[in-house]
């Protein structure tokens, strides 16, 4: 019966509502789940020549800080992340990394100053071009296009990756 109250709780709520809840909901399980791993568990791969917990947890606050750009709403606020946890970047040695604590520290940070941006994000923002349309990326050729759908990608997105983090939370209760 609970299911079917939030589902019509949910069909009430306005788009950006409906996906700020589901974005907040997966930042606190992501939360969880990092605050659950020790630094050692985030040095581990989820299997062998993938990425580590460390590069995990950077590419997530690496992408996070990229939505509020995308948004318009900020400038980067970590942006050499790009070049150790963008995509398509190599993965280096845990010890070239930032070190954990300062890893969870800026996760913190960025999913405050993302809490706040999509506190100001509205339904008649969902179908404009997002910030990053330009001249040299112009809207036919972008695959997000859209505000909107770059919170639905990165929803999407954020959901990858814990699952990811799950891997290692499932090696961690067999060792």
Known sequence: MTTFVYLDFCMTM?????????????THWISTTINRLSDEDLARSIAPNRNHGIWILGHLIQSED???????????????????????????PVADYPAPGLLR??????NERNRQAIATFTDAEW????????????????FFKTKGRTFLFWNLHQTLHLGQLNVLMNKKSKT
């Open 105 to 110: 520290q800026h996760w913190a940070q960025i």
């Open 66 to 92: 990229e939505l509020a750009v995308y948004w318009g709403r900020a400038d980067f606020l970590f942006p050499h992340y790009n070049d150790l946890f963008g995509i398509g970047t190599p993965l280096l």
């Open 127 to 142: 179908d404009e071009p997002h910030a990053l349309i330009s001249p040299q990326n112009p809207i036919e050729k972008d």
């Open 14 to 26: 306005n788009t950006v509502a409906a996906f700020a809840e589901q974005w907040q909901i997966l």
